[in-house]
């Protein structure tokens, strides 16, 4: 594994937000969900395709805290721009499970 820098690390922008809308992809090459997420006002609702189809349904992910990374250039998912990189882990069988806090945060909180 190669190691990184404090400052390589400070780079990355992971911010903390509410899901408020989501909805199925069924035309991405992949099961994923389209999520919109609310990072409070200093950087507004984006937008996210993610392969979390295993362990969750559009349903259950609205209102849900989940983690970003805010400062990745959007990227073109067929004919949805996705906007920033949510985060997860994969399980014992490669599925995506999110990762979230346990405690409440302001949306737009940053991981310090």
């Given amino acids: 594994m190669a190691e990184i820098t404090y400052d390589d690390f400070a780079k990355v922008d992971i911010r903390i937000g509410t899901v408020t809308r989501a909805e199925p992809f069924p035309e991405a090459r992949k099961p994923a969900i389209k999520l919109w997420v609310d990072f409070g006002p200093e950087i507004g609702e984006r937008k996210s395709s993610a392969q979390i189809t295993v362990h969750y349904t559009p349903e259950d992910l609205v209102g849900c805290k989940v983690m ?44 310090c």
């Fill in 68 to 111: 970003g990374v805010v400062n990745f250039p959007p990227r073109q998912i067929g004919k949805f721009m996705s906007e920033v990189l949510i985060l997860g882990f994969h399980d014992a069988d490669n599925a995506v499970v999110l990762a979230r806090p346990d405690k409440d945060a302001p949306n737009g909180a940053r991981l």
